[in-house]
């Protein structure tokens, strides 16, 4: 099984920045990307960022384009989220996934909050 660990959530005000971290472990054998996703209070889950665990290609929602960046450090199977120049929409539940694709996410974290007050 895999466990997904999340870390870095927090209040900012707007314009601020904020790092999450995303740390799997256990079974990391089948996965062929890790992401992020967002959940606003009210609203449905939706994706933020993703990343291919070989070759590193990213996709990023729209709305983060320019602000947010995905990376991941494959020794310590950990996935990044840099958020710089966060708005107050920003704001939710942050969560890590992991799966075989940004669609196809089979394993969840927990969720961390960002909150972005303006």
């Known amino acids: 099984q895999l466990q997904l660990v999340e870390s870095g959530g927090g209040l900012v005000q707007a314009g601020g920045s904020l790092r999450l971290s995303c740390a799997a472990s256990?079974?990391?054998?089948?996965?062929?990307?890790m992401g992020w996703f967002r959940q606003a209070p009210g609203k449905e889950r939706q994706p933020v960022a993703s990343i291919r665990w070989s070759g590193g290609s990213t996709y990023y929602a729209d709305s983060v384009k320019g602000r947010f960046t995905i990376s991941r450090d494959r020794a310590k199977n950990t996935v990044y989220l840099q958020m710089n120049s966060l708005k107050p929409e920003d704001t939710g539940v942050y969560y890590c996934?992991?799966?075989?694709?940004?669609?196809?996410?089979?394993?969840w974290g927990q969720g961390t909050q960002v909150t972005v007050s303006s």
């Open positions: 996934a992991a799966g075989l694709g940004i669609s196809l996410m089979t394993n």
């Open positions: 256990g079974r990391t054998f089948n996965t062929a990307a």
